[in-house]
């Protein structure tokens, strides 16, 4: 495996860091998680402009024009001869001293490329579908970190993570600070009732997905009515058929939240339709390398 690091290609045992980076010391980056199929590197302007947006938020000025940065993510994929792979962006603040200040990392951006293969849940959960709860770390709020930036800080989403593994599941659903459904820990929700589909609005604490805003696309597209809607957990509950979206977990069915079994128990008609519609799109679409 060949690691990119600003501008040049190591192997996995050489591709080192400073411990004085300050992505290391404070969390103090942006990233992004991007899938390639069948050398299709899939919504990767989206990606990119998700990254530099998430950048200017915290200042941080990504040391690659977004045209380089993408010639540099198609090199990784080259150099690691992976045509169906997860591709892991990070741009960190750089080397700095031990205090906050991000004045003393400035002109020294850190820029890292990895590209792997990874599935995040077995092939099983696909078919049968998930098990999630509902955990008391609540999303970051949108006044303070706001989930929007997909930085390096993930410890709001790794304490959620925690909190669902200690309860026997493996995702768990966030609430936002007044008690409706932000998201997962790293997938956006919906939730399907009748023929309309409802995922939280992106200002309620929820990261505006791509996958989510792909799903969206695929509903208008074979018009199936979708809307960005607060929700509340006993709508959940009372859903016909609820997944979740994410770049790293695609699409993938919820059977059961919080002890309640989901509409059949099973992963259903709309859900089972929006895979497959996913799935022929990331065949098609994107950035061919
Ligand atoms: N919400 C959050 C909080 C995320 O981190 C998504 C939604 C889905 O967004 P996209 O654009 O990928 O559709 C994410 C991204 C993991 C993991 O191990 C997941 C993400 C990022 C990093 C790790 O579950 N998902």
Redesign the pocket.
């Known amino acids: 495996m060949k690691i990119y690091i600003n501008g040049k290609f190591y192997d996995k045992s050489n591709a080192k860091i400073s411990v004085f980076d300050h992505g290391l010391l404070y969390g103090d980056g942006v990233f992004e ?1 991007i899938r390639s199929y069948n050398r299709l590197v899939f919504k990767l302007k989206e990606h990119i402009d998700r990254l530099y947006e998430s950048g200017k938020s915290i200042m941080l000025t990504i040391p690659l024009s977004k045209e380089e940065m993408i010639k540099a993510v198609v090199a990784t994929l080259k150099e690691n001869k992976l045509s169906d792979a997860y591709i892991r962006l990070i741009v960190t603040r750089g080397e700095g001293d031990l205090g906050l200040d991000p004045r003393k990392c400035f002109g020294k951006a850190t820029v890292i490329i990895i590209a792997d293969r990874i599935a ?1 849940y077995p092939e099983k959960f696909y078919k049968e579908g998930l098990k999630i709860v509902t955990v008391p770390t609540v999303r970051n709020l949108p006044e303070a970190l706001n ?1 929007q930036i ?1 930085s390096l800080n993930y410890l709001n ?1 790794i304490l959620a993570k925690i909190e669902a593994v200690n309860s026997g599941c493996d995702e768990a659903i966030m609430l936002d600070s007044l008690g409706y459904v932000a ?1 997962c ?4 929700i919906f939730i399907v009732k009748g023929n309309h589909l409802y995922t939280p609005p992106q200002c309620m604490g929820t ?1 505006r ?4 805003d792909t799903v969206l696309e695929i509903c208008r597209k074979i018009k199936i009515q979708a809307h960005e809607h607060v929700i509340t957990r006993h709508e959940v509950y009372i859903s016909d058929e609820c997944f979740l ?5 695609e699409i993938i069915p919820v059977v059961s939240v919080d002890g309640r079994i989901i509409g059949s128990g099973k992963p259903s008609k709309l859900t089972l339709k929006i895979m497959k519609k996913f799935k022929e799109i990331t065949k098609k679409d994107g950035v061919r390398y």
């Open positions: 998680g995040l989930p997909k989403n998201e820990t790293g997938d956006n990261l997905g791509i996958t989510r979206t994410g770049t790293a977990a």
